[in-house]
């Protein structure tokens, strides 16, 4: 009896654990910024295709943004909630925190005005698109893993 209620147990926790994605098979979400004509929370995917710029598509809308207007790239690493010390020990001792993997993008358009856009991805994917944006863009990827890190205390 006791082995049935903790594989249930077991089985209630990964499932409510495991990360949502969406029907249309996007892999990234926009979360903020000021492109125009895309909404907050809206999925989509990347192309990193393109020679010259990096594409974000949502439905009809579409962001491009030119790797050689990029001035800043941002990743972070956060934990999706927030629960405190009584909740993260219980928590912790149930389930591994969820993690949330984001790409800040900052670029000048061609009327000289700053743009950023965030994006929502996995880790894989986040890592990937960091080595595709070292390799096309002059601006160097910032990682801010660490709360206290120096280099992202500003931005905190």
Not at 81 to 97: D, E, F, H, N
Request: some cysteine; overall charge positive.
């Amino acid at each position: 009896m006791k082995r049935l209620i903790a594989v249930g147990l077991c089985v209630v926790v990964l499932a409510a654990g495991a990360p949502a994605r969406a029907a249309d098979g996007a892999d990234v979400t926009y979360t903020g910024g000021t492109a125009p004509g895309i909404r907050e929370g809206a999925p989509g995917t990347l192309d990193t295709t393109a020679v010259k710029e990096l594409k974000f598509h949502s439905g009809a809308a579409e962001l491009s943004v030119p790797y050689e207007q990029m001035t800043r790239v941002e990743y972070r690493e956060e934990n999706r909630y927030k629960l405190g010390v009584a909740g993260t020990v219980i928590v912790g001792i149930l389930k591994a925190r969820e993690k949330v993997h984001t790409v800040t993008i900052t670029w000048a358009d061609d009327k000289d005005t700053t743009n950023v856009a965030t994006l929502e991805m996995s880790r894989e994917k986040a890592t990937g698109l960091l080595d595709v944006l070292k390799a096309k863009t002059h601006a160097v990827p910032t990682v801010c893993e660490a709360k206290f890190n120096k280099t992202c205390a500003k931005t905190q």
